[in-house]
Structures are given as structure tokens and as C-alpha cells.
């Protein structure tokens, strides 16, 4: 209840209405508004944490990927709640307000070879995650994203579109992660004593420099786990 009425006095002062309207039954907008989708994410798993907490237990190490990495640094103590919020914002507004960052992504269930067969020939087309040996997504315009769904399917492959706002994990979010990038520097962000782990990194992390690198790179990385 305490960590419930935390996030609504964040709400509160940074004027974003009622917690209920993101993580409630009354939510609306997930899967569509960038905002409203991340920021239900990170104040889900930040009231999940604190849940755990109140329960004496305390993590050793945080992991995140893609925008689980705002609630990692958050659970890791990089951020207060009401400043990670506000970093979530930031990170939808400088996608919302790059024009460049239409698109989405398509996972896929072929074969890496088949994959690069596919791509090699479409522009503005990317693999953006190399999940596992049975699943990769790709990443581009929808332009591109079409034409690599329709390829796969003509070769006799899974391609799934996938409810994203914007084509994650490739280049065409440059100039986003500039913009971001000047925002997030104009705002706290601590050391931490518990290491972080993120997918564009390797190894551990509790320093604002590293947290500031990943936080820009992993924007347009390509994820292999």
C-alpha cells in the first residue's frame, strides 16, 4: 500500500493524473502510447520491488533489458521513483518527437542464415535481438518490417509483428538516443551499491558514466542473449 501511495504522490507532482489509469483495471493506452506504456512497466516492477523488500528481501544484483533497464537502475538505488519516472518520459518524449523512429518489429523462428537472405536486400531492416536459437527479432521501418514479414512467410517461416511503438535496437533510433541523452544528464542519477547488469553491456555496473553509456547505446544495440 505505501509503495502504491509513493507513486501516486509522484504522479501528483509531476502532474501525470491518476496511478489507476496505467496499472488499474480502469488502464488504457498500453501497447499504444509510449509513455503510458513504459511508465506502467516501470511503476509496476518499482512497486513489485518494494513489495519484496517489506518482505526482508534485498537483491545482490539487478538485471534489466531494453527499457527494463530504467527499473533496474531504479531498484539498484540509481534513481528515485519520482525521477525514474520523469526519465521515462523523457525516453518517450525523444521517441515520440523523432520522426526518424517510425516503425516496429517482427520476431521470426528462422533460421540466422535465412534471416540475413531476407534482410540483405531491404533497407532500414535490422536483427535487433537475438533471443534464442529458435527465436530472432528484427527491427526497421514498417516499410521494411513488411517486406521482411511477407519474404519469411514466402520462404515458409513464423513472422509475427510485434505491439512496439517504434523500431528498438537499431540505428534508426540515433537521433533518439542523442536527445535522450541531453535530458538524462541534466537529471540526478547515483552510484549504486548493488551492481546492475544490462543487455548492451557486459559484466556489472554501478557507476553514472557506465549507467549514462548503456542508457543511450541500448537504444540502438543489437541484443544477443
Known amino acids: 500500500r505505501n509503495a502504491v501511495e509513493q507513486v501516486q ?3 501528483t507532482l509531476l502532474g501525470l493524473g491518476q496511478l489507476d489509469e496505467l496499472i488499474g483495471s480502469e488502464a488504457v493506452g498500453l501497447g499504444e502510447a509510449v509513455w503510458r506504456t513504459q511508465t506502467s512497466m516501470l511503476v509496476s516492477a518499482w512497486i513489485v520491488d518494494q513489495a519484496l523488500r517489506d518482505r526482508g ?7 534489466g533489458h531494453s527499457f527494463g533497464e530504467y527499473p533496474a537502475i531504479t531498484a539498484a538505488g540509481g534513481w528515485s521513483i519520482t ?3 520523469r526519465a521515462a518520459i523523457h525516453r518517450a518524449e525523444a521517441i515520440e518527437q523523432a520522426a526518424g523512429a517510425r516503425g516496429h518489429m517482427v520476431a521470426t523462428s528462422a ?3 535465412v534471416v540475413e ?3 540483405q536486400p531491404i533497407p532500414d531492416a535490422y536483427v535487433a535481438n537475438f533471443n534464442s ?3 530472432i527479432v528484427l527491427s526497421g521501418s514498417t516499410a521494411a518490417m513488411e517486406q521482411a514479414a ?3 512467410t514466402q ?3 513464423v513472422a509475427v509483428k510485434l505491439n512496439v511503438p517504434c523500431p528498438f535496437h537499431s540505428p534508426l533510433l540515433q537521433p533518439v538516443a542523442e536527445n535522450l541523452m541531453r535530458r538524462l544528464r541534466t537529471m540526478p542519477l547515483q552510484e549504486t551499491t548493488v551492481p546492475v547488469v544490462l543487455t548492451a553491456s557486459v559484466g556489472e555496473m554501478t557507476t553514472l558514466d557506465q549507467f549514462l553509456l548503456i542508457l543511450e547505446s541500448q537504444l540502438v544495440t543489437k541484443v544477443d542473449f
Open 57 to 63: 528481501v534485498r537483491p545482490s544484483v539487478v538485471a
Open 150 to 152: 511477407e519474404s519469411l
Open 117 to 119: 537472405e531476407v534482410l
Open 111 to 113: 533460421p540466422i542464415e
Open 155 to 157: 520462404r515458409k517461416q
Open 133 to 135: 536459437r529458435d527465436q
Open 9 to 11: 504522490a509522484a504522479f
Open 83 to 85: 525521477d525514474a519516472i
